[in-house]
T-cell receptor, first 109, second 116 residues
């Protein structure tokens, strides 16, 4: 059983499209992270959320604590957004993170 | 500012050999952790540390040892490599999550390990 489920697993979009990636979790958390893994393998942190919504450029992340669900939106997608997007949660007061298996996004020009 | 530095980037081992994956950070982060990433699966926590001298097990600790003698370094030791340990390994650090709701994770660039 995976505590963090992401959908879809794979996503292909045309440049300019609005993209949504979903993350559901089954445990109590203190924070949720969205990460981006580049084709070369490096992982960078995009957002850390405990409630509400955050925006950075064309990226928007939302979280609904009651429904145990988060979404990552990309507006006006671009080929450089092609990457694997990973959702991660930190459990309650524990120093442990659980990760989704990732959503592989391919944006075509 | 180097961030999190992992070495080596690639390694091939024979079954039964031992080795140490190095991880160093220069951000004075108390929290450091090791993960393995396998195809079709999320990152899985191997071991973590909340400060020098303090380590604890994650989801998949068997076959791995860690120690934390300084704030900066958190090496991961494979005691007797097995083909099942073929994976990509990532080290990550952050300010300790126990203060408030945490801070972003900073990842190293990964080590691709193959055990034959």
């Amino acid at each position: 059983k995976n505590e963090v489920e992401q959908s879809p697993q794979n996503l292909t979009a045309q440049e300019g499209e609005f993209i949504t990636i979903n993350c559901s979790y089954s445990v109590g958390i203190s924070a949720l992270h969205w990460l981006q893994q580049h084709p070369g393998g490096g992982i960078v942190s995009l957002f850390m959320l405990s409630s509400g919504k955050k925006k950075h450029g064309r990226l928007i992340a939302t979280i609904n604590i009651q429904e145990k669900h988060s979404s990552l939106h990309i507006t006006a997608s671009h080929p450089r957004d092609s990457a694997v997007y990973i959702c991660a949660v930190r459990l309650g007061n524990f120093n442990k993170f659980y990760f989704g298996s990732g959503t592989k996004l391919n944006v075509k020009p | 500012n180097a961030g999190v530095t992992q070495t080596p980037k690639f390694q091939v081992l024979k079954t039964g050999q031992s080795m140490t994956l190095q991880c160093a950070q220069d951000m004075n982060h108390e929290y450091m952790s090791w993960y393995r990433q396998d195809p079709g699966m999320g990152l899985r926590l191997i071991h973590y540390s909340v400060g020098a001298g303090i380590t604890d097990q994650g989801e998949v600790p068997n076959g791995y040892n860690v120690s934390r003698s300084t704030t900066e370094d958190f090496p991961l030791r494979l005691l007797s490599a097995a083909p099942s340990q073929t994976s990509v390994y990532f080290c990550a650090s952050s300010q300790t999550p126990i203060r408030g709701w945490g801070s972003p994770l900073h990842f190293g660039n990964g080590t691709r390990l193959t055990v034959t």
